[in-house]
């Protein structure tokens, strides 16, 4: 492995890992970020994380049953509910219940709303959780338009190595 890519990697599981800790929200973003971000997990020894592609155009259900399913409330409850509401209260009580770190990749192609909504779900979880957003430089302006950058704890920035 390429020295400044292991410096990388050994960085960014100390930033993940102070995340993981305060229950906190990061942002990661650049080439390779989602990647980075597994390599770098792997490299904490905090657990098992949860990690979802964002769907283009998905609406807040739509992404509601996406982590209905990554968390496999699916296996346990049936189908996710067509009731959004009735899905997102079990997410939010699996939240609560579990050590939850959650990776979304290419989070800057969510809507707004979904963003609001995930962002949101995370900063109100009593639960030990934390949420990792990965992206391109597109990520941050994406936030700042659905005013949820003051929510993050941390950004990572990562350049070409």
């Known amino acids: 492995m390429h020295e400044n890519t292991e410096r990388l990697h050994a ?5 993940l890992k ?6 906190a929200v990061t942002c990661v973003s650049g ?4 990647d980075a971000v597994r390599a770098a997990l792997a490299l904490t020894a ?13 609406t807040t259900a739509g992404f509601a049953r996406t982590l ?21 209260r079990r997410i939010d009580a699996h939240l609560a219940r579990r050590s939850t770190t959650l990776v979304v990749a290419d989070a800057e192609t969510l809507r707004r709303a ?3 909504d995930l962002v949101g779900r995370w900063s109100r979880t009593p639960g030990p959780c934390a949420l990792i957003l990965t ?11 659905a005013s949820l950058d003051t929510l993050v704890y941390l950004w990572h920035q990562l ?3």
Do not use: C
């Open 11 to 15: 960085a960014l599981a100390y930033d």
């Open 68 to 88: 209905y399913t990554a968390f496999h409330l699916d296996v346990h409850h049936g189908p996710a509910p067509a009731e959004r509401a009735a899905a997102n």
């Open 114 to 116: 979904v963003l609001q």
């Open 159 to 161: 350049d070409d190595v």
């Open 46 to 58: 905090t657990g098992p994380h949860v990690e979802v592609t964002a769907p283009r155009g998905a």
């Open 31 to 34: 080439p390779g970020a989602a």
């Open 18 to 23: 102070d995340t993981i800790e305060q229950r």
């Open 135 to 145: 992206g391109t430089h597109r990520l941050r302006p994406a936030l700042t338009a």
